[in-house]
């Protein structure tokens, strides 16, 4: 494991979190604002690329990418093998069934707006991807394994989440902060395999705007039964997938 490349990453990412979703919290609550405020919105979305703008200059101080044009060149390597993008759509799909059959759900947006969502969730979520799965992942199986460093991920992952629960108007002002950490260790794992198995950050770039898309799409509600079962589903096809792909596939 890469120390140095790790511990600047994190501290790049939580430094500026602090500073904009924490400013975000403090005008918030102090001045009665909410996330539909523009300054606010402006902040928050800032804080959101925390771990992008802390991958690319971590990557950069470590040599790991020569420039901003390499740095791109990583994250978008979209030629991958079929198999690759049959596990993103398997995940998805075990998140979405199950939470629809367990909560049940409503239809909201049309689903041919997809079309017009997916490329916005780039901004809202999947960015995040280039820095929890392109550096901090591997880097820690590096040094603990598969599962132990998934599970410090999502646990990372969940912290850094804290401040916007508080930031009024956010969809997570509603939600249960520790329901929310188990669908975090679900995504983490869901996530992890897919980096395993593509060696790649794209795809997970992709799964995380696909689960973050159609939330507006197939509206459910999330609850305790739901969460723990996506969870023990999600681990047990994890496991199975990285079985195959070392038996057959690499």
């Known amino acids: 494991m890469n120390k140095k490349l ?3 990453f994190l501290i790049i990412t939580f430094v500026i979190m602090l500073i904009f979703w924490g400013g975000c919290v403090l005008i918030s609550q102090i001045f009665n604002l909410t996330i539909n405020n523009i300054f606010l919105r402006i902040m928050h979305m800032i804080g959101g690329f925390s771990p992008t703008i802390a991958s690319y200059i971590s990557l950069k101080r470590n040599d790991k990418v020569k420039n901003f ?3 791109l060149k990583k994250i978008f390597d979209i030629k991958h093998n079929i198999w690759t993008y049959v596990v993103v759509i398997l995940f998805v799909s075990i998140y979405y069934v199950l939470g629809c059959a367990i909560n049940g759900f409503e239809f909201g947006t049309p689903i041919f707006m997809l079309i017009v969502i997916l490329p916005m969730m780039l901004f809202y979520g999947g960015n995040e991807e280039v820095g929890w799965r392109m550096i901090l992942q ?3 199986e590096n040094r603990y394994g598969f599962n132990v460093a998934t599970i410090f991920t999502a646990i990372i992952w969940w912290l850094w989440h804290l401040p916007i629960f508080f930031i009024k108007g956010t969809a997570n002002a509603n939600m249960n902060y520790f329901l929310f950490g188990i669908m975090c260790l679900t995504l983490c794992y869901a996530l992890a395999t897919i980096r395993k198995v593509s060696k790649g950050v794209f795809p997970c770039i992709l799964t995380h705007c696909l689960i973050n ?6 509206v459910f509600n999330y609850s305790w039964l739901s969460c723990w ?3 023990i589903v999600t681990i047990i096809v994890s496991m199975l ?4 792909n070392k038996r057959y596939i690499r």
């Open 213 to 218: 898309g159609l939330s507006s799409i197939f």
């Open 69 to 71: 044009k390499e740095w």
């Open 6 to 8: 790790v511990k600047e």
């Open 241 to 244: 997938i990285l079985n195959i």
């Open 229 to 231: 079962i996506s969870l």
């Open 138 to 140: 591997p880097e820690l």
